[in-house]
């Protein structure tokens, strides 16, 4: 199995910037995909953004161009810079790691941080 621990989750001023991480360790081999999530109170879970092994990134649209999202295979953490931060970016972050099944039809491994609360201020 894998665990994940997360850091970085402070209490930010709107405008300012933040980098989040989230180490792993356990069965790191198995990793592929990586990715953060966030959920604000009163809504659900969403996909912040995520990286593969290759390093194909995608992201929501209400981050493009103000997050980053980086991982250090050697070191097997995965990052999150945020830049520009906005009050609607305020929720608990979470890290995920994916291992893939190696049989066809069977779903993926799924790993997830416990969550850092990010606030922002206005």
């Known amino acids: 199995q894998v665990q994940m621990v997360e850091a970085g989750g402070v209490l930010v001023q709107a405008g300012g910037s933040l980098r989040l991480a989230c180490s792993a360790s356990?069965?790191?081999?198995?990793?592929?995909?990586m990715g953060w999530y966030r959920q604000a109170p009163g809504k659900e879970r969403e996909l912040v953004a995520r990286?593969?092994?290759?390093?194909?990134?995608k992201y929501a649209d209400s981050v493009k161009g103000r997050f980053t999202i980086s991982r250090d295979n050697a070191k097997n953490t995965l990052y999150l810079q945020m830049n520009s931060l906005k009050p609607e970016d305020t929720a608990v972050y979470y890290c995920?790691?994916?291992?893939?099944?190696?049989?066809?039809?069977?779903?993926?491994?799924?790993?997830w941080g416990q969550g850092t609360q990010v606030t922002v201020s206005s």
């Open positions: 995920n790691a994916d291992c893939p099944s190696l049989w066809v039809g069977v779903k993926s491994s799924d790993y």
């Open positions: 356990g069965d790191t081999i198995c990793i592929s995909a």
């Open positions: 990286i593969t092994s290759g390093g194909s990134t």
